[in-house]
């Protein structure tokens, strides 16, 4: 039975997949569409019984909201983009490089990717009100930064571990620079992983949720998860339901785009060195 | 996998000068994230006034009452009491200077007082401010002194549907129990919609009926960790069987154990709609729905114990100056303004949070949105009002009475003696909440 | 040796940073569980040595939220792993459109966990949600099923959220583990007449170990840690608390930065021990399954 074409259980396993997966989001979206005064009095079928768009005016001149989504993409993007220079030096040394302790930082960031974040909002919270950290982007870029890299360092490390380096030599001896070397050679092999390693991170920092409850308290810093969790609609006692579904509509069309534009990139990334034993 | 490493020399790696140009990276990201997290001033005082989440009645105010000196601007809060006192507190406890006003709920007025988080209102500032009601007098007021000026002041009452009184033959205008309205609904298929999901509203609702028995959750609130917890009283078992009753009665909504001020708002407006207790403003909340606000009555909140006055919950805010403030005498020309009998006339209209004064209450368009009716039965409701303890450690009170009180059907006369023992526990630090 | 400098260097600023964010804060929360400390108090700071370790240690309330954390970690990550594993294979198997599953699998993947939180909150929500007017007819969901209303309906309805985000990701792992099955293996067994169900007991499942060892730990820590989707659905009511939960409530809404710490360094202390766990169960070096240490 070497990989039969298309057997009924696995159309079936097919559709079962894309329901699960997808089942979901279509939910949010379409309670995007519902009016608040339509979910306020209770609403369960599926689809709008009315279509509005009202959600998204109100969500999109939200000025709440719009801080909310501009300090999750400047914490996000900063995060990340610090976080790959620093695994990048750190994969490098770890893929090429023999050197004393390198099993202890293997061993540190295992550790801290398995830390529980919950477990250091005490300490940190502490220690940034003393350090006037809380509630400001640094304040969550630091730890985001920390705990992103565990896993950027092992993403990149398994991808430069592919590299073939020889090559640089090669050009080397073809009369390249060292510089020109790297740059015309490793750069585009490494590149890639590179990549993918920030898209892992990008995820993470725009996931995070108890951190950012934890330390911070306005819309100076606060990022959407958290900012959702503290959304009030114009009626206080009432979710306002549909207006909450759009913002998760809003803080998922990153993740969408980014999911079509890389899927194979991301997939390669989660299960790098996962597998080798 | 196995590259080969057939030379390791390290003059192969462009290193000193990529990573100078990638620490200067770092250090240009990281002034930047400094520079937009910054807040940009400008020359004239702004004023920072953390509000509680309204329809935007703070914010008209906020408007009207800046000045050519300072401009007040607002920032929202969690809907639930005790996330706005988290936030405020670690913002405070940070040593924060970027609050200047707060409306805070009497929920945690005492905490806050307590760890010198505002400024008690000076004498001068109390003689300006329109005479406020006894009960948001005494809500007000930590160690003898007003800490916060009353800006409004909410209370409870009993709603109900007229036709439904009517069916079950129920006379309205004479003061009437739990008992009374539970076994109404129950036997004619209406429900009485209470707050009894885990969090503070379901505590303003132990509080008010163990109050409507006769008796007190703290008896001297003031000394804080020793502050003598008196819930295992013969008021405390008043309250713990009506609770009983309610929750394994018919009348009882579905989602009792979840049920908050919204919750109830639903089902009293269909034909199962019988009772409600809530606050004032959710009057406006049926004013689209004229079969409902046709047939809906008002009446005292009802009593625990026949006979013996109730006393409805009182909610409400009043407005504090941070003591880390830079502009304290700017803030309490603030709150001078913010709580003229103008703006909580004016504020009720909007947010229908009725005024914490009697002068409030005179504010022309006010009187006319409302019933007369209803509005005599607010003040009145106000003044017979049972505010919760004020204590410091009101939150973990509150929080232990939540844990060993909900969901309401697991309530029974045992409860009260059984929270009193926990209560003091979580007090000593000898368990946890 | 220059090199093995160069190699230091080049990982020390990782190294600094990640001592920096959890090694200190780490010795400060030790240090604070010995007091208690509550932060809208702070006049009644004392030392009390081990009292909060006792105290939590001994309380109904710590072991009842460290009960939940450890249902859910082993029910989520069960249930994950058959679901994962036969999502795996029909990846594995399907040969046409596999950029729309990829995508489709990565969605869960990769939304933020309080939307998820959300999107199932509302879809088990009484007024406002699908689950109870769709499942109606089975006998244990009525359309006045409330789902946030007792204990085992709001941890079902918790897990459920937990399990429709996270499943993709543990059949991406053993999607990988899958394809480093031989087929030769597999023709030879069927060859020999094996069924279906030898050929996975005795060819599949054993050279796929590495891979179920790492999925299932990176998935049990994950669902100890639990805390987003308890926030946001439950905020803990009917007792559906975790361990991670009970910790954020003492530090941040009650202050008590004290008894927090105590807790803090408890949960680290618990994830330490369950990783060990696992790996001893599976007896695989971690490092090594990784790929990373030769």
Same mark, same amino acid.
């Given at each position: 039975m070497r990989k039969q074409r298309l057997s009924p259980g696995i159309i079936i396993g097919f559709i079962v997949i894309l329901v699960w997966c997808l089942l979901p989001v279509a939910w949010i979206i379409s309670l995007s569409f519902k009016s608040v005064a339509e979910t306020t009095t209770g609403s369960p079928q599926f689809l709008p019984k009315a279509w509005t768009l009202q959600n998204y005016r109100d969500i999109l001149t939200n000025g709440d909201f719009l801080d909310a989504l501009r300090n999750s993409f400047g914490i996000a993007i900063i995060a990340t983009v610090l976080a790959v220079i620093f695994a990048t030096f750190a994969a490098y040394a770890i893929a090429r490089l023999e050197f004393r302790g390198k099993r202890m930082v293997l061993s540190l960031a295992l550790a801290i990717a398995m830390f529980p974040v919950v477990a250091l909002i005490s300490p940190l919270f502490d220690l940034w009100r003393r350090l006037h950290l809380f509630n400001t982007w640094p304040g969550l870029i630091i730890p985001?930064?920390?705990?992103?890299?565990?896993?950027?360092?092992?993403?990149?490390?398994?991808?430069?571990?592919?590299?073939?380096?020889?090559?640089?030599?090669?050009?080397?001896?073809?009369?390249?620079?060292?510089?020109?070397?790297?740059?015309?050679?490793?750069?585009?092999?490494?590149?890639?992983?590179?990549?993918?390693?920030?898209?892992?991170t990008f995820f993470f920092a725009w996931n995070e949720f108890a951190l950012a409850i934890s330390l911070t308290s306005t819309t100076a810093a606060r990022t959407v998860p958290a900012q959702m969790a503290f959304f009030v609609g114009p009626d206080p006692f009432n979710p306002p339901y549909s207006q909450l579904a759009t913002a998760a509509v809003i803080v998922t069309i990153p993740v969408i785009v980014i999911v079509l534009l890389f899927q194979r990139r991301i997939v390669a990334g989660l299960t790098s060195g996962a597998v080798k034993g | 996998m196995h590259v080969p490493r057939r030379s390791r020399g390290v003059t192969r790696f462009p290193g000193g000068r990529s990573v100078r140009r990638l620490s200067a990276t770092f250090a240009a990201l990281a002034t930047a994230a400094a520079l937009l997290s910054a807040c940009s001033s400008s020359g004239k005082t702004t004023l920072v006034w953390y509000i509680n989440p309204d329809t935007g009645g703070q914010a008209v105010i906020a408007?009207?009452?800046?000045?050519?000196?300072?401009?007040?601007?607002?920032?929202?809060?969690?809907?639930?009491?005790?996330?706005?006192?988290?936030?405020?507190?670690?913002?405070?406890?940070?040593?924060?200077?970027?609050?200047?006003?707060?409306?805070?709920? %009497?929920?945690?007025?005492? =905490?806050?007082?307590?760890?010198?988080?505002?400024?008690?209102?000076?004498?001068?500032?109390?003689?300006?401010?329109?005479?406020?009601?006894?009960?948001?007098?005494?809500?007000?007021?930590?160690?003898?002194?007003?800490?916060?000026?009353?800006?409004?002041?909410?209370?409870?009452?009993?709603?109900?549907?007229?036709?439904?009184?009517?069916?079950?033959?129920?006379?309205?205008?004479?003061?009437?129990?739990?008992?009374?309205?539970?076994?109404?609904?129950?036997?004619?298929?209406?429900?009485?919609?209470?707050?009894?999901?885990?969090?503070?509203?379901?505590?303003?609702?132990?509080?008010?009926?163990?109050?409507?028995?006769?008796?007190?959750?703290?008896?001297?609130?003031?000394?804080?960790?020793?502050?003598?917890?008196?819930?295992?009283?013969?008021?405390?078992?008043?309250?713990?069987?009506?609770?009983?009753?309610?929750?394994?009665?018919?009348?009882? =909504?579905?989602?009792?154990?979840?049920?908050? =001020?919204?919750?109830?708002?639903?089902?009293?407006?269909?034909?199962?709609?019988?009772?409600?207790?809530?606050?004032?403003?959710?009057?406006?909340?049926?004013?689209?729905?004229?079969?409902?606000?046709?047939?809906?009555?008002?009446?005292?909140? %009802?009593?625990?114990?026949?006979?013996?006055?109730?006393?409805?919950?009182?909610?409400?805010?009043?407005?504090?100056?941070?003591s880390t403030s830079n502009h304290i005498a700017d803030d309490w020309k603030a709150v001078e303004c913010i709580t003229s009998p103008q703006n909580q006339g004016q504020y009720a209209v909007s947010s229908g949070n009725m005024p914490s004064s009697a002068a409030g209450y005179q504010f022309p368009a006010l009187q006319k949105a409302y019933p007369a009716s209803l509005l005599q039965l607010f003040q009145k409701s106000v003044n017979a009002a049972g505010p919760r303890p004020l204590s410091p450690y009101w939150s973990d009170i509150s929080g232990a009475i939540q844990s060993t009180w909900h969901p309401a059907d697991s309530v029974t006369s045992s409860t009260p003696a059984s929270s009193q023992t926990f209560i003091q526990q979580v007090l000593e630090g000898k368990k946890l909440l | /040796?220059?090199?093995?400098?160069?190699?230091?260097?080049?990982?020390?600023?990782?190294?600094?940073?990640?001592?920096?964010?959890?090694?200190?804060?780490?010795?400060?929360?030790?240090?604070?569980?010995?007091?208690?400390?509550?932060?809208?108090?702070?006049?009644?700071?004392?030392?009390?040595?081990?009292?909060?370790?006792?105290?939590?240690?001994?309380?109904?309330?710590?072991?009842?939220?460290?009960?939940?954390?450890?249902?859910?970690?082993?029910?989520?990550?069960?249930?994950?792993?058959?679901?994962?594993?036969?999502?795996?294979?029909?990846?594995?198997?399907?040969?046409?459109?596999?950029?729309?599953?990829?995508?489709?699998?990565?969605? %869960?993947?990769?939304?933020?966990?309080?939307?998820?939180?959300?999107?199932?909150?509302?879809?088990?929500?009484?007024?406002?949600?699908?689950?109870?007017?769709?499942?109606?007819?089975?006998?244990?969901?009525? %359309?006045?099923?409330?789902?946030?209303?007792?204990?085992?309906?709001?941890?079902?309805?918790? /897990?459920?959220?937990?399990?429709?985000?996270?499943?993709?990701?543990?059949?991406?792992?053993?999607?990988?583990?899958?394809?480093?099955?031989?087929?030769?293996?597999? =023709?030879a067994a069927q060859v020999d007449g094996a069924t279906w169900w030898q050929r996975l007991y005795k060819v599949i499942l054993p050279n796929m170990r590495a891979a179920i060892m790492v999925a299932v730990l990176f998935r049990a820590l994950d669902a100890f840690r639990i805390f987003d989707n308890i926030y946001i659905m439950t905020s803990g009511a009917q007792n559906t608390e975790s361990s991670s939960f009970l910790t954020y409530r003492q530090t941040i809404q009650q202050m008590q930065l004290g008894m927090g710490s105590a807790l803090s360094v408890l949960l680290f202390l618990a994830v330490l021990l369950i990783a060990f766990l696992i790996v001893r169960l599976f007896r695989v070096d971690l490092a090594s399954a990784r790929g990373e240490a030769r």
């Open positions: 985001y930064m920390s705990f992103t890299l565990p896993l950027a360092i092992w993403t990149l490390s398994a991808f430069f571990r592919e590299i073939p380096w020889e090559m640089e030599q090669a050009a080397q001896v073809d009369g390249a620079t060292s510089w020109q070397a790297f740059r015309k050679v490793i750069v585009p092999l490494a590149a890639p992983g590179v990549f993918t390693a920030a898209i892992l | 408007k009207s009452c800046s000045t050519d000196q300072y401009t007040i601007k607002t920032q929202v809060l969690p809907t639930d009491a005790g996330q706005q006192r988290v936030q405020l507190a670690r913002r405070l406890a940070a040593g924060d200077s970027g609050i200047d006003l707060m409306s805070i709920d %009497p929920a945690y007025t005492a =905490e806050f007082a307590a760890a010198n988080f505002v400024v008690p209102v000076p004498q001068s500032v109390e003689a300006q401010l329109p005479h406020a009601f006894k009960g948001a007098v005494t809500a007000s007021t930590w160690n003898n002194h007003l800490v916060v000026a009353p800006f409004w002041s909410n209370v409870q009452a009993l709603w109900y549907r007229k036709s439904f009184a009517q069916k079950a033959g129920l006379d309205m205008s004479k003061p009437v129990t739990w008992d009374q309205i539970i076994t109404a609904a129950a036997d004619h298929g209406g429900t009485v919609g209470v707050q009894a999901n885990k969090y503070e509203g379901y505590v303003v609702w132990i509080n008010a009926l163990v109050m409507g028995a006769g008796g007190n959750i703290v008896t001297n609130p003031g000394a804080g960790v020793n502050a003598n917890i008196d819930i295992n009283s013969q008021a405390g078992v008043t309250a713990a069987n009506i609770i009983n009753k309610l929750a394994h009665s018919k009348a009882a =909504e579905p989602d009792l154990s979840v049920s908050n =001020e919204g919750t109830v708002l639903a089902p009293f407006a269909t034909s199962a709609g019988a009772f409600q207790v809530n606050w004032t403003f959710i009057y406006q909340n049926y004013s689209s729905d004229k079969t409902t606000l046709n047939d809906m009555g008002w009446a005292m909140y %009802p009593e625990s114990v026949a006979g013996k006055p109730s006393r409805p919950p009182y909610g409400g805010i009043g407005i504090g100056v941070s | /040796m220059a090199e093995n400098r160069l190699g230091q260097k080049l990982v020390a600023p990782a190294v600094i940073l990640m001592l920096l964010v959890a090694g200190y804060p780490m010795f400060q929360a030790i240090y604070l569980s010995l007091y208690r400390y509550r932060l809208t108090t702070p006049g009644d700071r004392s030392f009390v040595g081990l009292s909060n370790y006792r105290v939590a240690l001994t309380d109904s309330l710590f072991w009842r939220d460290t009960w939940n954390t450890v249902v859910i970690m082993v029910v989520t990550v069960a249930i994950e792993l058959v679901i994962g594993f036969v999502f795996a294979m029909v990846m594995h198997r399907i040969m046409i459109a596999r950029g729309l599953m990829r995508t489709a699998i990565l969605i %869960p993947y990769g939304i933020v966990t309080v939307v998820s939180a959300f999107a199932w909150q509302f879809a088990f929500s009484l007024n406002n949600g699908w689950v109870n007017s769709w499942f109606h007819w089975l006998p244990w969901i009525g %359309p006045e099923t409330n789902w946030f209303g007792d204990h085992w309906h709001a941890m079902f309805a918790i /897990m459920a959220s937990e399990i429709w985000k996270t499943t993709p990701f543990m059949s991406l792992l053993l999607l990988a583990g899958l394809s480093q099955v031989s087929e030769d293996m597999l =023709e």
